[in-house]
């Protein structure tokens, strides 16, 4: 590599030529550096930053290597859950946890937010459904996430599963995250009780096509009229 790819002009993004140039990295097979400048835009906070860690551990990340089938629980009927239902429809992964106290409630409201305007814009032709997948099995089990879905959108599905269960969906998803903050919410540093801590966490959406197939992704800069925009154009 000669040096830094040119950084996506923002001003393109609502085109979604973003993501289009953010593929084209990934299937040219473009390294950590060329990702860099994707998590670069939301370094503001610690979610970012885990973002840009795993970023930098992620070696290629081709279209085709994105993604695959899982079967998680479903939180609110607590019987297992296949990602093969998710067929015959689009659907928008997130993956988060229940415990977080910006950045998935944002996204959340933003995912639920655009798929209300899909829904208007299509006048209901378009079903878009949104899946929440837990990144936090020791604390979000069905009685955490079922609740905590049902205050974003009434169709959102919550999903969790066993700690093998997650690790390998967050691995064919290239999910990055990691435990971190313990004791930061009470100060006790290393003495802090063993359920008190965060998770930083790559901010991506991830659109799946009506075969359950990976299209392509939102990261945090997405308003939710963009995101519902490029779902308009996209889920047909
Ligand atoms: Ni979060």
Redesign the pocket.
């Given at each position: 590599m000669t040096g830094p790819p040119t950084p996506p002009n923002p001003a393109t993004k609502s085109t979604g030529s973003y993501n289009v140039s953010y593929a084209s990295l990934a299937l040219a097979g473009v390294t950590g550096a060329g990702l860099y400048y994707f998590f670069e835009k939301t370094k503001s906070d610690r979610?970012a930053r885990a973002a840009l860690k795993g970023a930098q551990h992620a070696k290629v990340v081709g279209q085709a290597d994105i993604g695959g089938p899982f079967t998680l629980t479903d939180a609110s009927t607590k019987k297992l859950f296949s990602s093969e239902q998710l067929k015959g429809g689009y659907s928008l992964l997130y993956f988060?946890?229940c415990h977080?106290?910006?950045?998935?409630?944002d996204?959340l409201e933003k995912i639920a937010s655009a798929i209300d305007m899909v829904d208007k814009g299509s006048n209901g032709a378009t079903k878009v459904t949104p899946v929440f997948i837990t990144?936090d099995p020791e604390r979000d089990g069905p009685a955490q996430v079922a609740p905590y879905v049902k205050e974003f959108h009434p169709r959102m599905i919550g999903l969790t599963g066993s700690k093998e269960e997650i690790t390998k969906v967050t691995k064919s998803w290239r999910v990055y995250y990691t435990k971190a903050g313990v004791g930061e919410m009470t100060g006790n540093g290393g003495g802090a009780a063993d359920d008190d801590y965060l998770?930083d966490?790559s901010?991506i959406t991830y659109l799946l096509d009506k075969d359950g197939n990976f299209v392509t992704f939102f990261g945090k800069n997405y308003t939710d009229a963009e995101m519902a925009q490029r779902l308009l154009d996209i889920c047909k």
């Open positions: 979610h988060g946890f977080c106290p910006d950045i998935c409630p996204e990144l998770i966490h901010i």
